[in-house]
């Protein structure tokens, strides 16, 4: 596989970039030299992240972008190319807990445990059906990274969804990798382990945006 090194000039697209982890994703792909696009459904944090790379003179972009919406993730992936000319790695980033059934007793709210696999889930193969077609086009290499977690190897009691999602965001990742094989893209799951970020807050944002 001849993967590139030199991520100078490249773009990244980050989605739940103004937050958390895919923040602390931007900020690391800035310092490599790399255009940032910052994909998230909340404008208000894209407001207070963009300011700090502005601040470096780091090449950034904000986009408002809710990645269950697959009109909406071209119009972004469209605008992130006006811009930057090509994207080459495409961060899979975006996802929300508080989802949590009761398998045992049946307490299952359906309505969030959907809105949890659209984001969780089909929110990857948004961004994966939407980016990867352009990154294999331009033919300049790239990358495809989606953050799972540790809990989908190890699963931890009380989390069977969010577990469970996260165990087929891993094997997703792989199968693209096989698909991948022989080219100049690359795919790959982020697995970290227990760490303290917004992702509460944020989960319950996405929720009150979608269900009220």
């Given at each position: ?49 963009v300011p700090w790379f502005e601040k470096h003179g780091f ?15 071209v119009k972004a992936a469209d605008a992130v ?132």
């Amino acid at each position: 596989m001849n993967m590139f090194i030199d991520l100078k000039g490249k773009t990244a697209f980050i989605t739940g970039g103004a937050s958390g982890l895919g923040l602390g994703i931007a900020k690391a792909c800035a310092r490599e030299g790399m255009n940032v696009a910052i994909a998230d459904f909340r404008q208000s944090a894209i407001d207070e992240a963009v300011p700090w790379f502005e601040k470096h003179g780091f090449p950034v972009m904000g986009v408002n972008l809710d990645v269950t919406d697959r009109e909406g993730y071209v119009k972004a992936a469209d605008a992130v190319e006006a811009k930057f000319g090509k994207i080459h790695v495409l961060v899979n980033n975006a996802g929300i807990g508080n989802a949590e059934p009761k398998l045992t007793t049946g307490e299952f709210d359906w309505k969030t445990i959907d809105l949890c696999i659209d984001v969780n889930y089909r929110g990857i193969l948004n961004g994966i059906g939407t980016i990867l077609p352009r990154i294999t086009k331009h033919g300049e290499g790239g990358y495809v990274v989606s953050t799972a977690s540790m809990s989908g190897i190890f699963p931890v009691k009380g989390f069977p969804m969010y577990d469970s999602l996260k165990m087929g965001v891993i094997t997703l990742m792989e199968e693209l990798a096989m698909e991948l094989e022989g080219t100049n893209v690359g795919s790959a799951a982020f697995c970290p382990g227990p760490y303290s970020t917004n992702l509460g807050t944020r989960s319950q944002e996405v929720i009150k945006k979608h269900l009220g």
